[in-house]
């Protein structure tokens, strides 16, 4: 029996989709992205949105998928499907780096289900 998992085409994807929103600044499709969760968590959302909008510079030359894990649990016929990623991103004014926790599914903990965690560090240049 073959099990086929495409998670990780659903990070790419969701990641296509992050490029696109933080490209034409849409703070409130960026915000219903994440999961309720991660909303009630932070401390203040639409600041940091902002700021990120201002952190990432420039029109996006390529991305591409540096590291990727999942996990799935499930719970009395409940799934939640956790995705992993980490991605360079190259503009035309620097590297960065996006580290994406995402729950994917989630009926467990429906809460959950959405973008939990968003990081963007600037990247360094390899040796």
């Known amino acids: ?13 969701r990641m296509e989709q992050l490029l696109e929103i933080i490209k034409n600044k849409d703070k409130d499709t960026l915000k219903a992205m994440f999961s309720k969760k991660a909303v009630n968590e932070a401390n203040d959302i639409d600041s940091d949105i902002e700021y990120l909008f201002e952190f990432f510079q420039g029109n996006v030359d390529s991305w591409e998928q540096d590291r990727f894990t999942s996990g799935t649990s499930s719970e009395y016929g409940k799934k939640s499907i956790k ?26 903990n429906p809460d959950n ?3 939990y965690i968003l990081r963007v560090n600037q990247g360094c240049v390899k040796l």
């Open 1 to 13: 029996m073959l099990i086929f998992d495409d998670s990780d085409k659903k990070a790419d994807a």
């Open 83 to 108: 995705l992993v990623s980490w991605y360079t991103v190259a503009t035309d004014k620097g590297k960065y780096i996006f580290f994406v926790i995402d729950y994917s599914k989630d009926t467990i």
């Open 113 to 115: 289900k959405g973008l």
